[in-house]
């Protein structure tokens, strides 16, 4: 266990933190916003992924890259319109039930759409290979990974603290009533940030294609560690988001490798943890 091993996992861990980012991002907002929760967020990862590998596979992954989540953010819209905005005021319970039988919706659409045999995208030749960081070799895709979830961070970041929009997303997270009787158009402000949501789990899926398999069931294998983050760091905060990303990332990397046996076990314990002692999370917005 010299530096190089202790490096080799940090950046596992950061590249694992940096996917859950831009999957936890759009989902906590939406959470935080809209106050309402959707389940189906990780099925549309999976679409996002299928996209961008149809798409890599005819034309090359950086259209894919671009596509994938222009195509889900277009799917969120139409559930919105379909689904979701009929079923805002309807309580947590129906939301849950609803968005719970929309992953299987999307499940066997993918199904119906793509077939069940995995597929898989090729890094493109300009990620392709390692590259050395402090005495170890490391693939250059994860790095990119971690390039990609750091800029869309400080790209978020810079739209909430310092635009006009952003001013309005975050009067809305923490009182939508009295943000609407100042004249902001609350409702195509959700309609805004929900699309920008499912668009940041459309690449998210077309960013992780290339180091998983791409199969139908792949949304819901992500949906737990997914809701795991937004409950660490708390809804409806971008910093919550991160934060809940990372300490995730290096719980499950560093404990599947220190301590296997217990690696499975360690991260319930962290959030059972958080809940008893912050139950809105570590970085919870106001509202």
């Known amino acids: 266990m010299d530096f190089g091993f202790w490096l080799f996992q940090t950046l596992n861990a950061l590249q694992l ?22 389940l189906a ?3 549309l990862y999976a679409v996002g992924a299928y996209v961008a590998a149809t798409v890599a596979g005819t034309v090359g992954y950086w259209a894919g890259l671009i596509t994938a989540p222009l195509v889900v953010a277009e799917l969120g819209l139409l559930l919105y319109w ?14 849950v039930l609803v968005t719970f039988g929309l992953i299987f919706v999307l499940l066997d659409l993918t199904r119906i759409v793509w077939g069940d045999i995995a597929l898989g995208i090729e890094v493109p030749q300009a990620l392709a290979g390692r590259i050395e960081i402090g005495g170890v070799t490391y693939p250059v895709y994860r790095l990119f990974i971690i390039a990609l979830g750091a800029a869309i961070f400080a790209a978020l970041a810079l739209v909430l603290a310092r635009t006009q929009i952003g001013a309005m997303i975050r009067a809305g997270v923490d009182n939508d009533k009295m943000a609407a009787c100042l004249g902001i158009n609350v409702e195509r402000l959700f309609l805004a940030v929900f699309c920008v ?33 937004v409950v660490i760091g708390g809804l409806g905060s971008l910093w ?21 046996g217990l690696a499975s076990v360690l ?16 970085f919870p917005a106001r509202g």
Request: charged content about 5%; aromatic content about 6%.
């Open 267 to 282: 991260i319930y314990a962290l959030l059972a943890a958080v809940l008893i002692l912050r139950p809105a999370g570590m």
């Open 82 to 95: 379909l689904l979701i905005r009929r079923m805002r005021q309807s309580g947590p319970m129906a939301q």
């Open 197 to 229: 949501g499912c668009g940041l789990a459309g690449l998210a899926g077309a960013v992780a294609a290339p180091i998983l398999s791409v199969t139908p069931d792949m949304g819901l294998q992500i949906l737990i560690p997914t809701l795991i983050v």
């Open 240 to 260: 919550g988001a991160m934060a809940g990303s990372l300490i995730f990332g290096f719980v499950q990397t560093f404990g599947a490798v220190l301590l296997p």
């Open 41 to 43: 967020h990780g099925a």
């Open 17 to 38: 933190s940096m996917l859950l980012f831009l999957l936890s991002v759009g989902l906590t907002v939406i959470f935080g916003l809209m106050h309402f929760v959707n």
